[in-house]
């Protein structure tokens, strides 16, 4: 597409004093630095200069905030691409610069995990952003990047060398460090707030895995999207219910239905190998699951663990290096079976959506011309990114591979280091 002459900036990070900004910021500057026409945005002068002169930056800083559209207005109008960590979305005017993004034919990556938000997003902006070109794509972090691509590689590689159609997948963490587990609990606590705020209706759509779904497009039947717990003969252990995917599995099937993979089911779990030494810990599992879904539904006890979370300064790095390591096993129409795998080394899962969402925002700036042709709207990292997207994360650390899967089971349980 063609970008007005306004649009001076390849790329504007807004927010970039924040924890995570700053995360992504770094990423930016040690890997891409001469290679972008780019700037800072947040509200603090102050701030934006001590970043600069901290990491030997020579770009332009601007003031924008979420409560001044003028602001909002110059950073939409000046850049390709805006990356925006500045959340909560809903609560922060997350959509008014979606809106002017969508008006100023401007890409747009967030890294929110509140579907809601993403519903109104497409509501108030999809038709729009589609004729002009825009790609709005949220959920460029942990959630949604190693569900949707990892989703996608299943998908392509059952086409490619199989023929066949993509059916179900079975999404599930095999280790991470003990810090993803805060950002998991702080995500939760947000859905279970509005939960406890919307009643029985506010369930049923945070519930609803199609909740985001193009109009038009079939609903197929409504099955689990987080598991349950029992016994997986296929991956050889016991399931837990995996609350992590209610996020995801919304992001993927509106990638399917957009992609077209099939009739997809998507299930999120957490396995514990072994037929007789894993029921024990999955049941442990399940009922631990529950309560603390319970704690944080309920306003004083959510109030009680959010407070009890480790707090960690903006753009501090941990003392020691995380990871994570997440698996996808895909079946296809005929039987066949596929695997991806999704790790790093080199940071948890906090560090890692920086990158996840630098490289998002990269590939939007960067690699214009070998992103899919499905034009603009609010899409997803798989539709809107494609493939450009996995051989960038790729080029930055985060290993993804897929494999035939031949039945045989996992060798071990899912840690937490």
């Known amino acids: 597409m063609s970008f007005p002459s306004t649009n001076g900036f390849d790329l504007i990070v807004f927010g970039a004093t924040g924890k995570m900004g700053q995360l992504a910021v770094r990423h930016i500057a040690k890997s891409h630095n001469c290679k972008l026409k780019w700037a800072l945005a947040g509200r603090s002068e102050a701030r934006l200069t001590a970043l600069k002169r901290e990491l030997s930056l020579d770009v332009p800083i601007l003031l924008a905030d979420t409560s001044d559209r003028s602001s909002l207005e110059a950073l939409a109008s000046n850049a390709r691409v805006v990356i925006t960590t500045v959340g909560p979305y809903m609560e922060r005017n997350g959509i008014r610069l979606a809106e002017l993004c969508m008006r100023s034919g401007t890409h747009l990556v967030d890294i929110t995990a509140d579907s809601l938000y993403v519903k109104q997003m497409i509501d108030t902006c999809h038709a729009t952003t589609a004729r002009s070109g825009a790609k709005l794509i949220p959920s460029c972090g942990f959630d949604s990047v190693p569900a949707d691509l990892g989703v996608l590689l299943l998908a392509d590689h059952l086409r490619r060398e199989h023929g066949t159609a993509l059916k179900t997948v079975v999404h599930w963490p095999v280790s991470m460090s003990t810090r993803n587990f805060g950002s998991a609990i702080i995500a939760t606590s947000t859905i279970s707030r509005r939960v406890w705020e919307g009643g029985s209706a506010m369930m049923r759509r945070i519930w609803d895995p199609y909740l985001l779904l193009p109009p038009g497009v079939p609903r197929p039947p409504h099955p689990r999207t987080s598991g349950a717990f029992g016994y997986d003969p296929v991956l050889g252990g016991w399931t837990a219910p995996g609350r992590f995917s209610v996020h995801d599995a919304k992001i993927v099937h509106r990638s399917n239905a957009l992609l077209k993979y099939g009739s997809l089911v998507y299930t999120g779990v957490i396995l514990v190998p072994g037929r007789l030494r894993g029921f024990l810990p999955a049941l442990l599992m399940t009922l631990l699951t529950e309560v603390v879904m319970l704690i944080l539904y309920l306003p004083p006890t959510r109030a009680l663990l959010l407070a009890l979370l480790p707090a960690q300064r903006a753009g501090a790095a941990p003392a020691e290096p995380g ?22 080394t080199c940071g948890d899962a906090q560090q890692e959506t920086a990158v996840m969402l630098a490289e998002c925002g990269l590939a939007l700036a960067l690699d214009s011309d070998k992103l899919p042709s499905c034009g603009g709207g609010v899409l997803t990292p798989a539709s809107g990114l494609g493939m450009v997207a996995v051989e960038r994360l790729r080029a930055a650390g985060i290993a993804l591979s897929v494999e035939d899967f031949d039945g045989s089971a996992p060798r071990a349980a899912a840690k937490v280091d």
């Open 323 to 344: 990871h994570f390591k997440v698996a996808l096993l895909g079946e296809g129409d005929n039987g066949q079976r596929a695997k991806v795998t999704i790790s790093t």
